[in-house]
């Protein structure tokens, strides 16, 4: 039902940024909700941030003042601005997309951030 592609993953030092880019493509449904979720090794996987099709935004406290989620529904992409970067950011960054009607469960293939001391 849709492609989601990311890029923008990488390594950065800490208190570095990174730009994540998730793009949703190839749809049959309006998409409602896109986000970031993250899980590092050994862990579970974690919310980052949401954005609905409205432009309201969910953080983790985790990233609260550091990451910031904007959305352009035009071309169905949504971006994740990672500022400050630390250590404990490090994982791998999921892409997701609810279609709505039960749909939620769209995932990409994953981003690697990984931050270093």
């Known amino acids: 039902q849709v492609l989601v592609e990311e890029s923008g993953g990488g390594l950065v030092q800490a208190g570095g940024s990174l730009r994540l880019s998730c793009r949703a493509t190839?749809?049959?449904?309006?998409?409602?909700?896109m986000g970031w979720y993250r899980q590092a090794p050994g862990k579970q996987r974690d919310l980052v941030a949401t954005i609905t099709s409205d432009g309201s935004t969910q953080y983790a406290e985790a990233v609260k003042g550091r990451f910031t989620l904007l959305r352009d529904n035009a071309k169905n992409t949504i971006f994740l601005q990672m500022d400050n970067l630390k250590p404990e950011d490090t994982a791998v960054y999921y892409c997701?997309?609810?279609?709505?009607?039960?749909?939620?469960?769209?995932w990409g293939q994953g981003t690697q951030v990984t931050v270093s001391s």
């Open positions: 190839n749809n049959i449904f309006k998409i409602r909700d």
């Open positions: 997701n997309v609810d279609l709505g009607y039960g749909l939620t469960q769209n």
